[in-house]
Nanobody, 118 residues
Framework: QVHLEESGGGLVQPGGSLRLSCAASGSIFSIDAMGWYRQAPGKQRELVAAIAPAGATNYADSVKGRFTISRDNAKNTVYLQMNSLKPEDTAVYYC????????????WGQGTQVTISS
């Protein structure tokens, strides 16, 4: 069993920054990719960014240059630094563990709300 604990969401003004964290526990394998997905009201869940154990990354075009994903393998933790936030970044952000940086796996966190509004 795998448990993912997210933190760091909140309300910020456009142009602001937030840092999300996700700590994984349980049957974690070092070969797993870790990633962030988001779901806005009325929309499908979409990949934001994912990172492989060795550091390869995959970003959605909409966040390239603004968001940075990183991971600490020793702590089984993944981070998402979000800068220059826009109202369209508003969504529930979910942590995920899976076999690839290109698609999600079966383990999800509970989600953390990110709201960008003035």
């Amino acid at each position: 069993q795998v448990h993912l604990e997210e933190s760091g969401g909140g309300l910020v003004q456009p142009g602001g920054s937030l840092r999300l964290s996700c700590a994984a526990s349980g049957s974690i394998f070092s070969i797993d990719a870790m990633g962030w997905y988001r779901q806005a009201p009325g929309k499908q869940r979409e990949l934001v960014a994912a990172i492989a154990p060795a550091g390869a990354t995959n970003y959605a075009d909409s966040v390239k240059g603004r968001f940075t994903i990183s991971r600490d393998n020793a702590k089984n933790t993944v981070y998402l630094q979000m800068n220059s936030l826009k109202p369209e970044d508003t969504a529930v952000y979910y942590c995920n563990i899976g076999p690839s940086i290109y698609f999600s796996g079966g383990y999800w966190g509970q989600g953390t709300q990110v709201t960008i509004s003035s």
